[in-house]
């Protein structure tokens, strides 16, 4: 048996109570095509990267199953004919980064704040201990900008519409457009 993590997006435009259906499907396919142990994870709706068929913000989910290696193909062909996912990929991983996921999972539910800002929204609770201890040491927080002190420059010389005249703008332009393009 293989293990396999399943990253898949679905559209934002869905409610939330949608988009649990909709990965509630996608665990059934893969439950339906031989997947065992499937552990299923919600990481929240994110703006995307580029709009996929219109959409901006999608409903992040990840899935971690074992299955014979048989298995992988059938799913992904399975998952790529289904319009209700924007996106979807299928990787191998190795038996021992089962670790790697739960920091996953946890860090998906450390929120970023401004330093000495309110936060708006509460984080949800760690589902373990260990989860909890993960969360502390990487919880990240942005620092405020420095300003910094330009030097006094020169400041540039004015031009006043009186100092500059119609005659002097005139000359200026026939020189340009005399002059060979290839000179500029």
């Known amino acids: 048996m293989q293990h396999y993590e399943l990253l898949f997006v679905l559209p934002g435009t869905l409610s939330e109570d949608e988009a ?17 142990s499937v552990a299923h994870h919600d990481l929240g709706k994110t703006r995307l990267a580029y709009p996929m068929k219109h959409i901006r913000y999608g409903y992040y989910h990840i899935c971690r199953f074992a299955a014979e290696p048989k298995v992988a193909p059938a799913v992904e062909a ?4 289904s319009a209700k996912l924007l ?10 980064s089962k670790m790697e996921f739960e920091k996953l999972i946890a860090l998906s539910d450390v929120t970023v704040r401004e330093i000495g800002a309110p936060s708006r929204t509460k984080a949800a609770k760690p589902e373990s201990a260990e989860a909890a201890a993960i969360m502390e040491t990487k919880t990240v927080k942005k620092a405020a900008p420095e300003k910094k002190e330009k030097p006094a420059a020169a400041a ?5 519409a009186e100092d500059v005249k119609i005659d002097d703008i005139d000359k200026k332009l026939d020189q340009l457009l005399e002059t060979d393009i290839a000179d500029v």
């Open 20 to 36: 649990a259906a909709q990965a509630a499907d996608v665990v059934k396919v893969l439950e339906e095509q031989g997947a065992t």
């Open 156 to 160: 540039p010389k004015e031009t006043r």
């Open 78 to 81: 399975k998952l790529r004919i």
């Open 87 to 96: 996106r979807a990929m299928l990787t191998k991983v190795e038996e021992g």
